[in-house]
């Protein structure tokens, strides 16, 4: 059965330091998605993209993310310069045309200290 | 108003009960709605779709009132592998682009 896959699957790193987290959607899935989880906290949406530009996102997506399909197979999430609060399980998403269930990969735990 | 409300729990039954679980939305316009599970530090793992009819996957039976805004989750026969965090999710209408709003999530413990 095809899976959403992403790595690193943990990312240790320093405040004010770059990140990108990296994503590869199910193969015949045309909107992408990232969502986040604070540690006890609710899965939060960050930011949706389909035909290769941001439909909607979120009052957490500022101007520190960004998002990009760089090839055909994979998504990424940057954070420019990360800071503490940013400390989170991050998860990419995926949904085929046509349909609304939305398929997510184990995350990547992003530790900023 | 939390946008999708559930009961945190925990619940804690013995195998082989039958839970009930569930969620209220604020969004009247929310167009399609899900019942995830999620284990400890996993990603949230889609266990079906809720339809407004109703709908019925083995154990686990989901319902929809659209009058009250609300879903529900029913698990028979509880064994210990449903031992998770059951969350309810809520897809906005208006785009098809699919943000999903998630609730904080039930616990469920299943114990021998």
């Known amino acids: 059965e095809p899976e959403v896959t992403q790595t690193p699957s943990h990312q240790v790193t320093q405040m004010g330091q770059e990140v990108i987290l990296r994503c590869v959607p199910i193969?015949?899935?045309?909107?992408f998605y990232w969502y986040r989880q604070i540690l006890g906290q609710k899965v939060e949406f960050l930011v949706s993209?389909?035909?290769?530009?941001?439909?909607?996102k979120s009052e957490i997506f500022d101007d520190q993310f960004s998002v990009e399909r760089p090839d055909g197979s994979n998504f990424t999430l940057k954070i420019r310069s990360t800071k503490l609060e940013d400390s989170a399980m991050y998860f990419c998403?995926?949904?085929?045309?046509?349909?609304?269930?939305?398929?997510f990969g184990p995350g990547t735990r992003l530790t900023v200290t | 108003r939390k946008e999708v409300e559930q009961d945190p729990g925990p619940f804690n039954v013995p195998e082989g009960a039958t839970v009930a679980f569930n969620c209220t939305y604020s969004n009247s316009a929310s167009q399609s709605f899900f019942w995830y599970r999620q284990d400890c530090r996993k990603e949230p793992k889609l266990l079906m779709s809720?339809?407004?009819s109703g709908n019925e996957d083995g154990r686990f039976t989901a319902q929809l009132n659209r009058a009250s805004q609300y879903i529900s989750l029913l698990i028979r026969d509880s064994k210990l592998s449903d031992s998770a965090t059951y969350l309810c999710?809520?897809?906005?209408?208006?785009?098809?682009?699919?943000?999903?709003?998630f609730g904080q999530g039930t616990i469920l413990t299943v114990h021998p």
């Open positions: 993209f389909y035909n290769n530009e941001i439909s909607e």
């Open positions: 809720v339809y407004s």
């Open positions: 193969s015949n899935h045309l909107y």
């Open positions: 998403a995926s949904k085929r045309t046509g349909l609304y269930e939305q398929y």
């Open positions: 999710v809520v897809k906005a209408g208006g785009t098809s682009y699919g943000k999903l709003t």
